[in-house]
């Protein structure tokens, strides 16, 4: 549940503050559908929708995109990357593995969709 709270909630919040402070254009639709698409996927997990797992693995999949997209333009960056953007970057990194290990592991996901990520 805590996971769907935050899909739901709080990363579209924060999604759509980064969408609102950048100019529009393609990632400003990119940001308002990834947080669409956190939307959808978080009540479909809350619901327990079987069809939950392919999104999630969606997610997952294109949350794995963005990190290494953001690590090769923080490694390419002429020194406009802060110690900040790192730090930021490593917790996203920590929070999406935490979140994959949990949905592949738990005994609680097993018995509620009667299978593992």
Known sequence: ??????????VPL???ATAWSSDIGLEFVFNLAWAAFGILLGAML?????SAFLLLWI????TALIL?????NLATADSGATVHDSVLLFRSI?????????FK??????????RNL
Not at 1 to 10: A, D, K, R, S
């Open 94 to 102: 920590i929070y999406g593995a935490a979140w994959f290990i949990y």
């Open 46 to 50: 809350w619901n327990v929708h079987q």
């Open 14 to 16: 924060f999604v759509m």
């Open 59 to 62: 997610y997952f999949g294109m």
């Open 68 to 72: 290494v997209l953001a690590i090769v």
């Open 1 to 10: 549940m805590f996971f769907c709270i935050l899909v739901i909630v709080v």
């Open 105 to 114: 592991r738990s005994e609680r996901v097993r018995a509620t969709f009667g």
